[in-house]
């Protein structure tokens, strides 16, 4: 350890993020990071990512705007901005219905390339390894944690940030430590409730993505709509979203089947993996044209099992803490999944670099972390699981197998404002507020 080092701080995952945790943590010169990721090399999957107003406060104070603008179309604004059209489309006439107006604008990525960005802002003090799978670890009170990895190798630090996605072996690792000190204490029901909550549960959906070539959609269809509006097609138990990424060279595709009746059972096959479009080809049959243009040009597709992370009694346990999709992972159905990991990353940082954060006083910054953004990601997790209903046509509100034709247009607009109610908290609130309590109470401990 460096000579004036305050902590040692290791973050499992270098998706966006255990990387934007590593960026903030990189302001504060007295804390060392090392990341671990436990795949060979840093590759993301080639999935586009979206960045509502809220995370994008963040984007900005970590200096991240000027690179990021580079590789995507989107302009950043403040006013009202049209953002994805809606359609009902599972008819041989789709039928336009509303058009998601947001506060601010939605910014739209290749997620490899903004990992990539956020990767060069990291000092080149900071090491990354690679092929280093957490296997479990080991803390006692006051005392180092200690990392045992699957290669058998093992690391001690201060600090250990789970940023390791769905399948979290440092969401495992807690949770089984806090299975272990509910046992010593014979509180065998709550064991037994934190077991259930270990492993991630399938929603009962089904994602398909693909990225589409602009040019080739260009040649089947030159004035389709999502060359210039991002745009979701909605159906009885499906949609699809489509939208232009990578400075428009490519059209982000993803298709959605849920089964809502399956949600929490068990998923037999791989989770995610290469298939063919044949899969759910036969649910779009009947679609209108636009849907068809589209699914004629996916070639390629992966096949997304979405499974979420149950919601969470804490989490934080002693000095490790789990953010990300290891904490809330959901369905993403407000993109908002990155936006969320992103704000943990950040009010995690602002608290371990907090001045008056030492060894002795790290499990108060950590609960401070618990209690202000716990609350706030379930609470999105629940409004990205209704969205899915909603976007469905499968709403508890409005009844859609019973509604005559001519009240279909005034059902589906009635729609756009009940989903657009459950989503507004992405463009019309604000980080600031998290912020200053954070800030209130790490400092009200000095």
């Known amino acids: 350890m460096a000579s004036g080092t305050r902590l040692r701080i290791a973050i499992c995952g270098a998706g966006i993020g255990g990387l934007t945790a590593a960026v903030a943590l990189s302001r504060y010169p007295d804390i060392e990071v090392e990341i671990f990721e436990a795949a060979e090399k840093l590759a993301e999957l080639g999935a586009g990512v979206g960045i509502f107003p809220r995370p994008w406060e963040v984007i900005k104070k970590l200096h991240l705007e000027e690179e990021l603008l580079r590789y995507t179309e989107a302009k950043p604004t403040d006013g009202p901005v049209p953002s994805f059209r809606y359609r009902r489309s599972d008819r041989a006439e789709g039928i336009e219905f509303y058009t998601l107006v947001t506060k601010g604008s939605l910014m739209t990525f290749h997620r490899p390339d903004f990992q990539n960005v956020l990767l060069r802002k990291l000092p080149s003090t900071y090491r990354i390894h690679c092929s280093k799978r957490l296997r479990s670890y080991s803390q006692r009170q006051g005392g180092p944690i200690n990392l045992l990895f699957e290669d058998g190798t093992r690391a001690s630090f201060d600090v250990l940030l789970g940023a390791d996605g769905l399948k979290s072996a440092v969401r495992r690792s807690l949770l089984n430590?806090?299975?272990?000190?509910?046992?010593?204490?014979?509180?065998?029901?709550?064991?037994?409730?934190?077991?259930?909550?270990?492993?991630?549960?399938?929603?009962?959906?089904?994602?398909?993505?693909?990225?589409?070539?602009?040019?080739?959609?260009?040649?089947?269809?030159?004035?389709?709509?999502?060359?210039?509006?991002?745009?979701?097609?909605?159906?009885?138990?499906?949609?699809?979203?489509?939208?232009?990424?990578?400075?428009?060279?490519?059209?982000?595709?993803?298709?959605?089947?849920?089964?809502?009746?399956?949600?929490?059972?068990?998923?037999?096959?791989?989770?995610?993996?290469?298939?063919?479009?044949?899969?759910?080809?036969?649910?779009?049959?009947?679609?209108?044209?636009?849907?068809?243009?589209?699914?004629?040009?996916?070639?390629?597709?992966?096949?997304?099992?979405?499974?979420?992370?149950?919601?969470?009694?804490?989490?934080?346990?002693?000095?490790?803490?789990?953010?990300?999709?290891?904490?809330?992972?959901?369905?993403?159905?407000?993109?908002?999944?990155?936006?969320?990991?992103?704000?943990?990353?950040?009010?995690?940082?602002?608290?371990?670099?907090?001045?008056?954060?030492?060894?002795?006083?790290?499990?108060?910054?950590?609960?401070?972390?618990?209690?202000?953004?716990?609350?706030?990601?379930?609470?999105?997790?629940?409004?990205?699981?209704?969205?899915?209903?909603?976007?469905?046509?499968?709403?508890?509100?409005?009844?859609?197998?019973?509604?005559?034709?001519?009240?279909?247009?005034?059902?589906?607009?009635?729609?756009?404002?009940?989903?657009?109610?459950?989503?507004?908290?992405?463009?019309?609130?604000?980080?600031?507020?998290?912020?200053e309590e954070a800030m209130r109470l790490i400092e009200s401990t000095e």
């Open 177 to 435: 430590e806090k299975v272990q000190w509910a046992q010593s204490e014979n509180n065998w029901s709550e064991a037994a409730h934190i077991t259930t909550l270990i492993e991630p549960s399938w929603s009962g959906t089904n994602a398909y993505r693909a990225l589409i070539p602009a040019d080739r959609l260009r040649i089947r269809d030159p004035h389709h709509r999502v060359f210039t509006q991002a745009t979701q097609y909605l159906g009885k138990n499906g949609y699809i979203i489509a939208y232009p990424i990578a400075n428009g060279r490519m059209v982000n595709f993803v298709a959605f089947k849920s089964q809502h009746h399956l949600e929490h059972s068990k998923y037999h096959e791989a989770w995610v993996c290469p298939t063919d479009k044949t899969e759910f080809l036969g649910m779009f049959r009947d679609w209108e044209p636009e849907v068809q243009a589209l699914l004629d040009c996916v070639e390629k597709p992966l096949r997304w099992a979405i499974h979420t992370v149950k919601p969470l009694n804490s989490f934080v346990s002693g000095n490790v803490a789990i953010l990300g999709d290891a904490a809330h992972a959901m369905l993403p159905h407000q993109g908002s999944g990155a936006g969320q990991a992103i704000e943990d990353a950040y009010i995690l940082g602002l608290l371990l670099g907090h001045p008056s954060t030492t060894r002795a006083t790290l499990s108060r910054a950590l609960q401070i972390y618990d209690d202000i953004r716990r609350p706030f990601s379930q609470r999105v997790q629940e409004r990205s699981r209704l969205n899915g209903q909603y976007f469905t046509l499968s709403c508890q509100e409005i009844d859609f197998n019973a509604i005559p034709e001519h009240e279909m247009l005034t059902k589906l607009k009635i729609l756009g404002k009940v989903f657009t109610k459950n989503w507004e908290w992405a463009w019309m609130s604000s980080l600031g507020g998290s912020v």
